[in-house]
């Protein structure tokens, strides 16, 4: 059969793009191109016109030029993770920075660089070795540069903040192909714009983060309590984490223990409510300090302990595997009143799939003390954020596990006032420019000009898209 190039581009000018380039440039007559355009949620199935496997800033600072110059939809790549499918584009370029990983401390600054394609694992294997960490993702694999473009909440960010809080400085090619350094004293409206408004200023090729003081041991707490006792279990960590120090970051859930030898037969596939959290600390004084977590009901199983902290940063990775079907939405509470707890135990005992995961994760301590003007991810007054995680496995299901997920979502605006979504966890972007608006509420006006200086024609436009003001 006849490869299909695109309709957009030819093979001589892809050809002349390679030339350029001292990446690779993935064709649909590539050997590795149905694994390159493949994302981590197995629901995304697109087919780019090519994808510029970056090796450098100057790579990606000639692909941007490219794009421009042929008019291609443009996507950008980092670890692959968003659960929308952003990362690529059908019949565009994409620009995948996933083999820019390098990772390096700066000891004078107490910071850490970290090139744009890099995971969240790069980072603390590098760090970890040294007692330090900056805040990210709690499963190993995500990238570094979508989830820290567009807020980062991390084991420890009660503490430490969220990862934009903890972002230096950074290099960004724009949409003209030049390469700028964004901070508090360079570009300091593009280092505002980035620190919450994610993809839509440029492609980030360095990042440069804070580093704090961590591990290498810490206390986490992880307990399954029966889910017959699930309002019971919510309510009761939501008291017990009012008013909790800093080190205490935690969060309360739903779902079904996995198949799996290690576990007694009769807990295999049982559904529960859990509460799982990491003490951001002295492992003696966590232990103390979380073990009220410990006792809200019954529990069936208590995985808790001191383990180190690069372990659990991967903890998670086998349930998040690549490939299964995804739909992820997120939700600022207003609070958690007994009534919000009902609700959530009712629709997710009523879920498609027993592989979804409902979580309600603890925010405040220093993730509440930047204001909203401060960075652009605005408002940070909610204590809780729902997230609401559709997993599956057969394509027939796709529809089912979306609806109900929507249904819910919309449901759940009930005890959300403002309506602010989590851009990471941004289901397909269905809302578009009415999720962008509300979510970014009074900062949304400042980061169009600032599109509409850095990227007056959106090309950076697969994303929560902000449009240019002009
Ligand atoms: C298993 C799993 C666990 C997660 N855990 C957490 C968590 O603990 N905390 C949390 O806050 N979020 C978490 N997330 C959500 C995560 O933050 C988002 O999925 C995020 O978009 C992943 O970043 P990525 O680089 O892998 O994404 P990609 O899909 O590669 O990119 C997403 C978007 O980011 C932009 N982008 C990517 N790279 C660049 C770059 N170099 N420069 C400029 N823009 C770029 C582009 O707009 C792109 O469309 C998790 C997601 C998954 C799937």
New binding site residues.
């Given amino acids: 059969m006849a490869i299909q190039y695109s309709t957009r581009i030819d093979a001589a000018a892809l050809a002349s793009l390679e030339a350029r380039l001292s990446g690779d440039v993935i064709t649909p007559a590539h050997p590795a191109y149905d694994t390159a355009r493949r994302?981590?949620?197995g629901m995304i199935d697109k087919h780019p016109a090519a994808i510029a496997r970056c090796a450098s800033a100057d790579d990606?600072a000639v692909a941007v030029r490219f794009a421009g110059e042929h008019e291609l939809p443009l996507?950008?790549?980092?670890?692959?993770?968003?659960?929308?499918?952003?990362?690529?584009v059908d019949d565009g370029l994409v620009i995948d920075?996933?083999a820019?990983r390098a990772v390096r401390i700066d000891d004078s600054r107490r910071t850490v660089h970290v090139q744009?394609?890099a995971?969240?694992g790069d980072v603390d294997r590098v760090t970890q070795p040294f007692g330090l960490a900056t805040p990210?993702?709690?499963?190993s694999?995500?990238?570094?540069?979508?989830?820290?473009?567009?807020?980062?909440?991390?084991?420890q960010r009660r503490l430490h903040g969220?990862?934009i809080d903890n972002l230096v400085s950074a290099q960004?090619v724009l949409a003209d192909g030049r390469t700028v350094r964004a901070s508090a004293d360079e570009h300091a409206d593009l280092h505002w714009a980035?620190r919450g408004g994610?993809?839509?200023?440029?492609?980030?090729?360095s990042f440069e983060l804070r580093l704090h003081e961590l591990g290498p041991e810490v206390f986490s707490v992880n307990v399954a309590y029966p889910v017959q006792d699930a309002a019971r279990v919510f309510a009761g960590w939501r008291d017990a984490v009012a008013g909790a120090p800093d080190e205490l970051s935690s969060a309360a859930f739903l779902w079904t223990l996995p198949v799996i030898p290690d576990l007694p037969e009769h807990l295999r596939g049982l559904a529960y409510a859990g509460i799982d959290g990491m003490w951001a600390g002295d492992p003696a004084e966590g232990e103390r300090r979380m073990q009220p977590l410990r006792e809200l009901a019954t529990p069936l199983l208590d995985m808790s302990g001191r383990a180190s902290y690069l372990d659990e940063q991967c903890a998670?990775?086998p349930f998040?595997p690549p490939g299964l079907r995804?739909y992820?939405k997120a939700l600022y509470l207003d609070g958690l009143p007994d009534a919000a707890i009902a609700q959530t135990v009712d629709w997710t005992a009523r879920r498609e799939s027993e592989r979804t995961l409902v979580v309600i994760r603890h925010l405040g301590g220093a993730t509440a003390r930047v204001g909203v003007e401060e960075t652009a991810f605005g408002d940070r007054s909610s204590e809780f954020m729902l997230s609401i995680d559709a997993t599956w496995d057969d394509p027939a299901d796709d529809e089912r596990n979306i609806a109900w997920t929507r249904a819910y979502w919309h449901d759940a605006h009930r005890f959300s006032q403002r309506g602010k979504t989590?851009?990471?966890?941004p289901g397909l972007l269905e809302e578009g420019d009415a999720a962008v608006r509300s979510s970014y509420g009074s900062n949304h006006d400042r980061l169009a000009q600032i599109k509409g200086r850095y990227d007056p024609e959106n090309r950076?436009r697969?994303?929560q898209n902000i449009r240019p003001a002009h």
């Fill in positions: 994302v981590w949620n990606v996507a950008v790549r980092g670890g692959g993770h968003n659960v929308a499918g952003t990362a690529v920075l996933s820019m744009g394609g995971t969240w990210g993702g709690v499963v694999e995500t990238g570094v540069a979508g989830l820290a473009l567009s807020g980062g909440v991390s084991a969220m990862t960004i980035i994610g993809g839509n200023f440029g492609i980030v090729t998670l990775d998040f995804y992820w989590y851009f990471n966890f950076f697969l994303n």
